[in-house]
């Protein structure tokens, strides 16, 4: 798979991941499994909007569910990248900006280690 189309892939798996409903709903099924009405207690949010957040996540095999009567439980189908993304979503990521001088230095830097000829 080439570079781009891999990007591409994870791009579009970010915009899928970069919604708030979506994000509340695997940190709670990351906990435990939930129905439908279950979630709808704990993020206020209406069944409907819930149902449609869910079926894009089933639909990129992230959740899935059983069928209990008229109740659907749903699960995480993927819990490593569940339990990475939250991970990720959780640090504090430092910032460490840097000065005119210092980028200036890498770069001339950068430019010499490419420029030097091969031993």
């Not at 499994?33 to 704990?42: H, R, Y």
């Not at 996540?57 to 069928?67: F, N, P, S």
Request: glycine share 2%.
């Amino acid at each position: 798979m080439s570079d781009v189309k891999r990007w591409r892939e994870a791009a579009d798996q970010l915009r899928l991941l970069g919604h708030p409903v979506r994000l509340a709903l695997l940190e709670e099924l990351s906990k435990t499994p939930k129905c439908v009405t279950d979630i709808q207690d704990l993020l206020e949010v209406r069944q409907a909007n819930i149902s449609q957040h869910l079926a894009v996540l089933r639909q990129a095999k992230i959740v899935d569910y059983h069928e209990e009567g008229n109740l659907r439980c749903y699960y995480i189908l993927r819990p490593g990248l569940v339990r990475d993304l939250m991970r990720f979503l959780r640090q504090d990521y430092a910032v460490k900006p840097k000065s005119a001088e210092q980028v200036r230095r890498d770069c001339r830097n950068t430019m010499k280690a490419a420029v030097r000829p091969k031993q």
